[in-house]
């Protein structure tokens, strides 16, 4: 299984930018599959996460900012970010866990079963 972030980038203040993350050895449509990110120093953050059925749980710092979406045919899930603020800075994660599994707690980082390489997002003041 592999999950393959891209789209990161360097951006002003204001800016937008939308990552991708493309599933391999597993069918997205039947897992839960979120983002998560981590600035220097800092712990690993819960940010958005998506459900098969297409609920979606957004952190509190960018409800109203941030865009989580699926496309099950391609295998792929997209962070749409927008109004982009310079503590949004950080590695992004896309991760997977399968809706199977009982136990769901989607902001927690160890309810996932599967995470990707991450990819940087600056965001300038």
């Known amino acids: 299984v592999q999950l393959q972030a891209s789209g990161g980038g360097s951006v002003q203040a204001g800016g937008s930018l939308r990552l991708s993350c493309k599933a391999f050895g597993l069918t997205s449509s039947r897992y839960h599959m979120g983002w998560f990110r981590q600035a220097p120093g800092k712990e690993r953050e819960f940010v958005t996460a998506?459900?098969?059925?297409?609920?979606?749980h957004f952190a509190d710092s960018v409800k109203g900012r941030f865009t989580i979406s699926r496309d099950n045919d391609k295998n792929t899930v997209y962070l749409e970010m927008n109004s982009l603020k310079p503590e949004d800075s950080a590695v992004y994660y896309c991760?997977?866990?399968?809706?199977?599994?009982?136990?769901?707690?989607?902001?927690?980082?160890?309810?996932?079963?599967?995470w990707g390489q991450g990819t940087q997002v600056t965001v300038s003041s």
């Open positions: 991760t997977a866990r399968n809706s199977l599994r009982v136990g769901y707690e989607y902001p927690v980082p160890g309810t996932y079963d599967y």
């Open positions: 998506i459900r098969p059925g297409g609920r979606t």
